[in-house]
C-alpha cells in the first residue's frame, strides 16, 4: 500500500506560480508511475502530468510549458511547478501512484499511461484557485 499526502495549493493571481507537493509513504518501491490529476467543480477528472520510473514526463496539452513535475526519491515526493497559472486551472489537484507500466517492444522502454484506473493509490487533494 502507498500513502500520498499533497500540499502546496491555495489562492494565486493570475499569472503567478505555485508548487505542488506528494509526500509519498508505506511500499514507494513497487511505484513505476506517478501523476497529477485535477478536477474542477462540474467538470470531469483531467489528467495534467505524468512521471515513469525513468523520471520522463508527459503532460496534457492544456499545461504543456507552463508546468513541470519532479521528483526527489531522497524525500520520496513529487512536485508539480505551475508557472503562468490561469483562471482554468483552477481545480482540485490530485496525486496518484501506481505499479502498472506498458513495454514497448519497438523502443525497449516502460512508460506509462494516463488512466486513472492504472493508479491504485490517491492523495486527498489540494485545492489550487486562480483568480483574474
Known amino acids: 500500500q502507498v500513502q500520498l499526502v499533497e500540499s502546496g495549493g491555495g489562492p494565486v493571481q493570475s499569472g503567478g506560480s505555485l508548487r505542488l507537493s506528494c509526500a509519498a509513504s508505506?511500499?514507494?518501491?513497487?511505484?513505476?508511475?506517478m501523476g497529477w490529476f485535477r478536477q474542477a467543480p462540474g467538470k470531469e477528472r483531467e489528467w495534467v502530468a505524468l512521471?515513469?520510473?525513468?523520471?520522463?514526463?508527459n503532460y496534457a496539452i492544456s499545461v504543456k510549458g507552463r508546468f513541470a513535475t519532479s521528483r526527489d526519491n531522497a524525500k520520496n515526493t513529487l512536485y508539480l511547478q505551475m508557472n503562468s497559472l490561469k483562471p482554468e486551472d483552477t481545480a482540485m489537484y490530485y496525486c496518484?501512484?501506481?505499479?502498472?507500466?506498458?513495454?514497448?517492444?519497438?523502443?525497449?522502454?516502460?512508460?506509462?499511461?494516463?488512466?486513472?484506473?492504472?493508479?491504485?493509490?490517491w492523495g486527498q487533494g489540494t485545492q489550487v484557485t486562480v483568480s483574474s
Open positions: 512521471l515513469d520510473r525513468s523520471s520522463n514526463t
Open positions: 508505506g511500499d514507494t518501491a513497487s511505484i513505476r508511475c
Open positions: 496518484a501512484a501506481g505499479s502498472k507500466e506498458y513495454y514497448s517492444d519497438d523502443s525497449g522502454i516502460y512508460y506509462c499511461v494516463a488512466n486513472p484506473s492504472d493508479f491504485s493509490s
